[in-house]
C-alpha cells in the first residue's frame, strides 16, 4: 500500500523551457520508503521537502548509498511515456547486492514511481529535447559510526523536469584521456551505480575542465590502456565501418542507453562489437582517418557525439569535429521512440 500525502501548495514551474538545465528544478511530490527490522514499508508519496538526519548517519561517513537515472517523456498527444523503467530498477537491485543494500520488490517500486509521475505529470516539460528527469535512490540511514553495512535504510524517488545535459546541447564534446586518476577497478564497484562512484571521479573531472574539456575518458586502471567510459556515459566508436563499445568487464557501469543502441544497430544491419578496445588502436585508426566517429551514451545526454580526444597533450579531431551519421541516426531515433514520434517495435516504453 502507497500512502498518498496530498499538498495544495504548488511551486511555480520552470516558464522558459529552454532554461531548464539539469537537475535545478524539483517537483512537488516525492516517493519515500524506510527500511528497518528486516523489510520495507511505509510507503508514501508526500510533499516534496528537506528531510532531517542525524550527523552520524552510515550514508554521511561510509557512503552506503545507490541511486538510478531515467526519463520519462510527455508529447503534443498527451502521453506519458517512460524509457525502459524495469531496466533502471533490475540494475538498482544489482547494485544494491554490491552494496550490501536489501533488495526492493521491482513491481511495487514502478508502481510507485507511475502513481507519482501521475500526479506530476503537468511537471513534465514537452519542448523539443527536455523530459522529466526520475532520480530513485536508496541511502543508509541507520545512526552508528561503525563500519557495518546499515540495518535501516531510506528509498526515495525525486523528479526534475530537464533540458539538455550539456549547455551547448548536441554539438561535438571534447574529451580527455585520462592517464593517471581511476575511476574503478574490476572487483571494486565499477559496474554498481553507487554514489561513491561519482565523488572519486571528481578531481579528474574538475582538473579536465580547467584545461577546458567536457568530460574524461576512462582508461582501465591496471594498465591505463584499454577505454572504460566516460564520466557518465559508455563509450562507442565507429572504427573503419565496425561500431566498437568495451566489454562489461566489471569496471564499467553497463548502461541501459548502451545496451539500447547495441540493440538498435543489430536489429538494423550494423556490425557491433563489445571487446576490449585499446586508446592506441583508436589513435591508430585516427591517424589512417579510420575513425569514423565518437560517442558518448547516458540517460542524462542520450547520445553525445565526441569531436576531439586529447592523449598524453596531443589532440585527435574525430571525423573533422563534426557529429557522425551512425551517432545521429542513434540519437534520433532512441529520442523519437522515447517521444513517440517514431514507433516502438521493442516495446521499450511504459505508456502511463
Ligand atoms: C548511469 C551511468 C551510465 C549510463 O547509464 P544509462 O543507463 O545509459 O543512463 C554510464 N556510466 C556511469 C558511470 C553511470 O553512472
Known amino acids: 500500500m502507497i500512502e498518498i500525502i496530498h499538498t495544495e501548495k504548488r511551486k511555480e514551474k520552470p516558464a522558459d523551457q529552454s532554461q531548464l538545465g539539469f537537475g535545478k528544478y524539483f517537483t512537488d511530490y516525492m516517493f519515500t520508503m524506510r527500511y528497518s527490522e528486516g523489510a520495507w514499508h511505509d510507503a508514501k508519496i508526500e ?18 548509498g545507490i541511486f538510478e537515472g531515467l526519463k520519462a517523456f510527455r508529447n503534443e498527444k498527451g502521453e506519458v511515456r517512460v524509457f525502459r523503467p524495469e531496466e533502471n530498477f533490475k540494475r538498482m537491485n544489482r547494485s544494491a547486492a554490491r552494496m550490501c543494500i536489501p533488495p526492493i520488490d521491482e513491481k511495487f517500486v514502478l508502481e510507485g514511481l507511475y502513481e507519482l509521475l501521475r500526479l506530476e505529470r503537468d511537471w513534465i516539460p514537452t519542448a523539443p529535447g527536455t523530459a522529466l528527469y526520475i532520480r ?22 525525486i523528479l526534475s523536469p530537464v533540458g539538455s545535459y550539456y549547455a551547448h546541447g548536441l554539438a561535438p564534446t571534447r574529451l580527455l584521456v585520462e592517464d593517471y586518476y581511476t575511476r574503478a577497478t574490476v572487483g571494486g564497484t565499477g559496474e554498481a551505480k553507487c554514489i561513491a562512484n561519482y565523488a572519486v571521479s571528481l578531481k579528474a573531472g574538475e582538473e579536465a575542465e580547467k584545461k577546458g574539456f567536457d568530460q574524461v575518458l576512462w582508461l582501465d586502471a591496471n594498465e591505463k590502456k584499454y577505454i572504460e567510459e566516460v564520466g557518465s556515459m559508455n563509450m562507442f566508436f565507429v572504427l573503419d565501418g565496425e561500431v566498437v563499445t568495451p566489454e562489461l568487464v566489471g569496471s564499467i557501469l553497463p548502461g541501459i542507453t548502451r545496451k539500447s543502441c547495441i540493440e538498435l544497430l543489430q536489429a538494423n544491419g550494423y556490425r557491433v562489437s563489445e571487446r576490449r578496445v585499446s586508446i592506441d588502436e583508436v589513435i591508430r585508426a585516427q591517424k589512417e582517418g579510420k575513425l569514423n566517429e565518437a560517442f558518448g551514451t547516458g540517460t542524462a545526454a542520450v547520445i553525445s557525439p565526441v569531436g576531439m580526444m586529447e592523449y598524453k597533450g596531443t589532440d585527435y579531431v ?21 517521444t513517440g514520434r517514431l514507433d516502438d517495435p521493442f516495446g521499450w516504453v511504459v505508456k502511463l
Open 47 to 64: 510533499p516534496y521537502a528537506p528531510v532531517a538526519f542525524d550527523l552520524a548517519t552510515t550514508v554521511f561517513h561510509y557512503a552506503q
Open 136 to 157: 530513485p535512490s536508496i541511502i543508509a540511514t541507520k545512526v552508528a559510526l561503525g563500519v557495518h553495512a546499515s540495518s535501516e535504510y531510506l528509498f526515495f524517488i
Open 318 to 338: 574525430v571525423n573533422g569535429g563534426e557529429m557522425g551519421s551512425i551517432t545521429k541516426w542513434l540519437y534520433d531515433t532512441i529520442t523519437g521512440i522515447q
